[in-house]
């Protein structure tokens, strides 16, 4: 077994194509296809599974080997980036996992000013939703994600805050509060973004043990704010969540004000490659 053999069948996970793999690492689909062929005969067992349908796919053996080889690439990969940083070199690779809104409004910074300072260093991004980056860094795909919570925590490297607010249609009853209570909200015919925030909103409810009248569950920001412009209910967004131009809706703080606090979350504190250190000291130092 060699570092070469897991790294192909790595990449070759990661593309979905011993094609796109051998691409990547600069070697033909046939080099591609002996080193997992190769791999596969020292196991004994397959790794991978080729479906007309599907495509690529793990074996149940495959899936259980992924998580161990990744976190073997990833010792080597810091070691590289070890020797790199002690000599005085800028090199590596950080595979940074991200949703929505944080993509949208503070990765194009911190990737940018990142890339002056460190321009030899690539930045790889993952972008899903908070339960996908959240199973990214379980298991050990990216380097670093940022994740969204009510309050910080032991598990989070704070970089910022973002307020909650309610968005509601042009002459709603709730217009005229400056700030509105959660209470009514509660009482309001409810769409609930499905594409991430659902649990954060869901605490904010709960929280004054309230349950908001969910009517629609909407993925796309853009359908959810035309609903409420067309009064088919209200919702709660993250402040960062919301484009620049917005249908005709109006904004509202909460009563009391709630904020979700952004952070990153790596899978060990304890493996953290010095390209990834430099991002993240970069990030509160832009936005804390």
């Known amino acids: ?18 094609t796109k793999a051998g691409e990547m690492l600069n070697m033909s689909q046939s080099a591609v296809s002996h080193a997992i062929a190769s791999l596969e005969s020292e196991l004994g067992v397959p790794l991978i599974i080729r479906d007309r349908k599907q495509g690529i796919i ?3 053996f495959g899936m259980r080997v992924l998580k161990p080889i990744t976190e073997i690439l990833n ?40 890339k002056k ?36 925590d032991e598990t989070m490297i704070p970089i910022t805050k973002d307020k909650m607010v309610a968005v509601i249609s042009k002459g709603h009853p709730l217009s005229g509060y400056m700030a509105i209570p959660v209470g009514k909200l509660a009482e309001a015919p409810f769409i ?7 649990l954060i909103i869901r605490e904010i409810f709960e ?16 359908t959810i704010l035309n609903m409420v412009q067309e009064g088919l209910g209200v919702t709660l967004l993250p402040g960062l969540a919301l484009p620049d131009q917005l249908p005709d809706v109006e904004i509202r703080d909460l009563e009391p004000a709630v904020w979700r606090h952004i952070g990153l979350c790596c899978p060990s504190t304890e493996d953290i490659s010095p390209a990834a250190q430099r991002f993240i000291s970069l990030g509160q130092s832009l936005f804390q």
């Open 192 to 198: 609930m973004p499905s594409g991430g925030c659902e």
């Open 117 to 152: 300072l460190y321009p030899k260093i690539e930045v790889v991004l993952f972008e899903g939703t908070d339960h996908e980056v959240k199973e990214w860094i379980m298991n050990r795909v990216i380097d670093m994600g940022f994740i969204a919570k009510l309050q910080w």
């Open 207 to 222: 929280q004054s043990e309230l349950s908001p009248i969910v009517l629609f569950h909407v993925r796309e920001l853009t």
């Open 75 to 114: 010792k080597i990969s810091l070691i590289h980036q070890e020797a790199t940083a002690e000599k005085g070199l800028d090199l590596g690779t950080i595979r940074i996992g991200s949703f929505p809104s944080t993509t949208a409004r503070l990765l194009p910074k911190m990737i940018g000013t990142f």
């Open 1 to 18: 077994m060699t570092i070469t053999q897991l790294q192909v069948f790595s990449k070759v996970i990661e593309t979905g194509s011993f």
């Open 58 to 60: 793990l074996s149940n």
